[in-house]
């Protein structure tokens, strides 16, 4: 047995539909419904351009198979939320013209320039650009 991949990460938000268009607009994400039982009022899942499931975005009513207390706010154990990505000058763009903060970060030993920042519910993105 191994790990082949991260699969995705869920997110549980108090604004569903703005969670995703969020996601969306900044990731260039693809929005799409959830399988059933889940419902388009209940989750939304966020894929990249090869068709990978990104972040499952559940509302606060979702069904969940594995029921547990969450609130929607910061992360809690888990700090943050890493995407290796490329188009590192668009992404500024993109975080600039939101008025989104963000923090610079660059390892230059291993070329590597990083971006933090945050989602709507708290969830802090590390946004990797190797080499970029």
């Given at each position: 047995?191994?790990?082949?991949?991260?699969?995705?990460?869920?997110?549980?938000?108090?604004?569903?539909?703005?969670?995703?268009?969020?996601?969306?607009?900044?990731?260039?994400?693809?929005?799409?419904?959830?399988?059933?039982?889940?419902?388009?009022?209940?989750?939304?899942?966020?894929?990249?351009?090869?068709?990978?499931?990104?972040?499952?975005?559940?509302?606060?009513?979702?069904?969940?198979?594995?029921?547990?207390?969450?609130?929607?706010?910061?992360?809690?154990?888990?700090?943050?939320?890493?995407?290796?990505?490329?188009?590192?000058?668009?992404?500024?763009?993109?975080?600039?013209?939101?008025?989104?903060?963000?923090?610079?970060?660059?390892?230059?030993a291993i070329g590597l320039r990083q971006l933090f920042?945050?989602?709507?519910?708290?969830?802090?993105?590390?946004?990797?650009?190797?080499?970029?």
């Amino acid at each position: 047995m191994q790990v082949q991949a991260l699969d995705h990460v869920n997110i549980i938000a108090a604004d569903l539909h703005g969670t995703a268009r969020f996601y969306a607009k900044l990731l260039d994400l693809e929005e799409r419904d959830a399988p059933p039982p889940l419902t388009p009022e209940t989750a939304r899942w966020m894929f990249d351009a090869d068709g990978r499931a990104i972040f499952h975005i559940n509302s606060l009513d979702c069904h969940r198979t594995f029921e547990r207390d969450v609130m929607p706010g910061p992360t809690g154990s888990i700090h943050h939320v890493a995407l290796r990505c490329s188009g590192f000058g668009e992404m500024v763009e993109r975080l600039e013209a939101r008025g989104a903060e963000y923090q610079l970060n660059d390892v230059t030993a291993i070329g590597l320039r990083q971006l933090f920042t945050m989602d709507p519910n708290g969830v802090l993105l590390e946004l990797n650009f190797f080499g970029d």
